[in-house]
């Protein structure tokens, strides 16, 4: 769905306006600037303590909404991306993908969130080949599958019932080997990279550093919050953050 965020511009400049009452000229310059697109509203432009006080103030908010859009927006714009590869979900998600043969990759979301005067959460997407990662993740299967090989069942069979909690987490296990015997044979037969692997590298990378530049930051502006602790954790996902007020940005890098 194409949505054409020039319309708010006209109404925000009026909205403005009636600011200047309040607050001083650098305040209405830098959200002028924001409107203007002269820069990132990521972009180190302001101190935090400034970004808390205009955090209180709606027009604040709505700038910051335009300003995080059509920045993304402009980028893609300018390879001529695809009109249908602009998703507004709900009037809280923008969203930008790409087509890769018989699937979509997510190369930017942005999540409004207005609890706690916060603007909300951008994600930025990577894909990258790694032997290392994908190694750690064959021995990590590999060891859920001797735990999963040598669990026993912790039920006592009923005769005559084909139902209840024995035959119940009997099936269940089963399901559960299967999966990750699935998921070892996938990761140890994957020697070369398909052409589909390499063009989501390509894609994903080329606009992952094209934002990042846009938004004034590097790697290092990240930290790393993945939690090997969690269920489902994989070596072949990893989640960093950057924070400043109001606003969290994500990078999300999937191994190869």
Known sequence: MYIDFTNNKK??????????????????????????????????????????????????????????????FNIFNDDNFNKDLYEY????????????????????????????NKLGDISLFQTIESKEQKEKEILLILNKLEKLYDKKNPYRYEIGFSNGPAPNWAQEHKKEIALYEKMFMELDNKINLTYNDTKEIEITNKYYNLLLNDYGLTNDSFYDITNPTIKNYSYLNKKLVKKIPGINIYNNIKYI
């Open 89 to 116: 979900q709900d009037g809280i998600i923008f969203k930008i993908t790409a087509p890769l043969n018989n699937k979509k990759i997510t190369l930017f979301k942005f999540v409004q969130c207005y609890e706690n």
């Open 11 to 72: 109404i925000l400049i009026e909205l403005l306006k009636k600011y200047k009452r309040i607050l001083n000229k650098e305040k209405i310059e830098y959200l002028n600037s924001l409107l203007e697109l002269e820069f990132s509203i990521i972009n180190n432009n302001i101190s935090d303590n400034d970004r808390k006080i205009l955090q209180q103030l709606d027009i604040y908010n709505k700038i910051g909404l335009y300003n995080i859009c059509n920045k993304a």
